[in-house]
């Protein structure tokens, strides 16, 4: 399974744009890159995916480098609720059904927010 | 709109005793998953199900059984609790496609004293 990279802590003002970064330098062809954010307290929660083109969703956008080795979570607007462990995850196409199409948790970036 | 639900939320055992952890969606996912979560770390995968009647070894499968008897439930169970077990679990479910996102329960704390 290809490894992610990221920074174990960022620090951000309430209302101002945050940048999440994560390396995956040894992504494959056939990995999907998902962002998952785990708030104090509570199980996972999905936010965004994708595998080349840059994706936007209510929750957030995603920047892929053009050589896929980099990606980044754009919160547009962070809120003290943004505050978080956000995990950069690759999902390989290829394990499908036989492996259940399990997420591989790193350490993850702790987000804090500041009022 | 419950989505997962994970019963009990907290459980204290004792070395030795047996106890069953169970997670039920409404979501009429196909694929089910149990996870755990120790102070500091990401999750790591327990035991999976890509549907009803199948189940499959995760990443720290050891020490634990699982049952799939019904699509929306997931059962996990501990047969002789040691005190390494002690960690917060999540249950997690999707639908078939592995793109699809995976929506997680709120976890089950257990301690094992």
């Known amino acids: 399974d290809a490894k992610t990279t990221q920074p174990n802590s960022m620090e951000s003002n309430e209302e101002e744009p945050v940048h999440l970064p994560c390396n995956h330098s040894?992504?494959?062809?056939?990995?999907?890159i998902h962002w998952y954010r785990q708030l104090p307290s509570q199980g996972p929660e999905y936010v965004i995916h994708?595998?080349?083109s840059n994706v936007n969703n209510r929750m957030a956008s995603l920047a892929i480098a053009e050589d896929r080795k980099s990606s980044t979570l754009i919160l547009h607007r962070a809120t003290l609720r943004d505050a978080a462990v956000y995990y950069c995850?690759?999902?390989?196409?290829?394990?499908?059904?036989?492996?259940?199409?399990?997420?591989?948790f790193g350490q993850g970036t702790e987000l804090s927010v500041k009022p | 709109n419950a989505g997962v639900t994970q019963t009990p939320k907290f459980r204290v055992l004792k070395t030795g005793q047996s106890m069953t952890l169970l997670c039920a969606q409404d979501?009429?996912?196909?694929?089910m998953y149990w996870y755990r979560q120790d102070p500091g770390m990401g999750l790591r995968l327990i035991h999976y199900?890509?549907?009803?009647?199948?189940?499959a070894k995760g990443e720290v499968p050891d020490g634990y059984n699982v049952s799939r008897l019904k699509k929306q439930n997931f059962l996990l169970g501990l047969e002789s609790a040691a005190p390494s077990q002690t960690s917060v679990y999540f249950c997690?479910?999707?639908?078939?496609?592995?793109?699809?996102?995976?929506?997680f329960g709120d976890g089950t704390r257990l301690s094992i004293l």
């Open positions: 995850i690759l999902r390989d196409l290829r394990d499908g059904y036989n492996q259940g199409g399990k997420l591989i």
């Open positions: 994708g595998l080349t």
């Open positions: 979501m009429n996912h196909e694929y």
């Open positions: 199900s890509v549907g009803e009647g199948t189940t």
């Open positions: 997690a479910s999707s639908y078939g496609q592995y793109n699809q996102p995976q929506h």
């Open positions: 040894t992504i494959s062809g056939t990995d999907y």
